[in-house]
């Protein structure tokens, strides 16, 4: 049995075919983890969608009325880069729910892994780059609500700026996001996070590494957090097809021990979602994705966890 719970639900899976993102990725990590034997089926658990309420201290009731309604404007629909359909909002609300969960199993086991979400690009009142609700800002604000956390921080290491979730949480200084990402890449423009590393085409691993410990452990030094939210995009790897640093498996696997390690060493607990990942073969992609979860479980078993008291 594992050290913590892998969230997961069949309905994650967005159903988009022959599209650049995926959304079959969700289920291939699944069965690749019982596959190898690193989880068994009582390591899952599956999330309920999240209620409309906790969606809504999130996003603007037109936007979350429209997609349930489907009369999102054309404009809307070409934003989203996704075809719409109610299975894709069925997603949507179900990858939230799955991050919120995945935010309180964290606060219990130190670890908390969805097997979806990190849906970055999502604003308050429209979605665009795939992202159509913010699982991220409804996973904080409902542990914020329920009384569980006062202050969140969102290290997002996926290879676009989160720039739905910078401009969701700008001004609030209860949680602090932390973006490193390639710089000339979607989006264009990039509303501020607390910290934004912008990193130049092609780095790699060493460059990365050094420059998100520097970044991180800065932010850590100024901003304590009771939950740290990380957003591990598998898309900053070489051979991304929409991504331009050049990470390494190893690289990779460097970085999410670097950013699990420094948070749970300190007791903050972590909540792992997944984000992008658009390597030439999806396997690469879940390989990336599943590494995380083994990352997760050797660092916390390493460092241990007992919940604060
Ligand atoms: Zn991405």
């Avoid at 019982?34 to 309420?53: C, K, N, Q, W, Y």
């Amino acid at each position: 049995m594992l050290p913590y719970h892998l969230v997961y639900h069949e309905g994650y899976d967005l159903k988009l075919g022959d599209h650049v993102f995926p959304s079959q990725k969700y289920r291939f990590i699944h069965d690749r983890l019982l596959r190898d034997r690193f989880a068994t089926e009582e390591d899952f658990v599956r999330p309920e969608p999240a209620p409309d309420a906790d969606i809504l201290a999130v996003h603007e009731p037109g936007w979350v009325d429209r997609l349930r309604s489907g009369t999102l404007s054309y404009h809307e629909m070409v934003q989203l880069e996704v075809p719409y359909s109610r299975e894709l909002v069925e997603a949507f609300w179900l990858a939230a729910g799955g991050s919120t969960l995945a935010a309180r199993l964290a606060l219990e086991q130190g670890i908390g892994f969805n097997i979806g979400g990190g849906f970055h690009h999502a604003f308050a009142g429209h979605g665009e780059g795939f992202c159509a609700i913010n699982d991220i800002a409804v996973a904080i604000r409902r542990m914020q609500r329920d009384g569980c956390i006062e202050r969140a921080m969102v290290v997002d290491c996926d290879v676009h700026h989160g720039n739905g979730t910078a401009a969701i949480f700008a001004g609030d200084a209860s949680v602090f996001t932390l973006s490193i990402h390639q710089f000339n890449n979607y989006p264009s423009e990039k509303p501020p996070s607390s910290l934004d590393i912008h990193m130049p085409d092609g780095t790699g691993d060493e460059e990365y590494l050094h420059r998100l410990g520097e970044g991180y452990r800065t932010a850590m030094s100024l901003f304590h957090p009771e939950l740290l939210v990380y957003v591990a995009g598998a898309d900053p790897y070489c051979e991304d097809q929409l991504g331009g640093l050049a990470l390494s498996f190893d690289g990779l696997r460097e970085r999410d021990r670097l950013v699990i390690w420094t948070a749970l060493h300190s007791r903050i607990p972590v909540a792992i979602v997944l984000a992008g990942g658009y390597a030439m073969s999806v396997l690469d992609t879940v390989t990336i994705h599943a590494n995380t979860a083994r990352v997760a479980k050797e660092v916390l078993e390493k460092t241990g966890w007992k919940a604060a008291p």
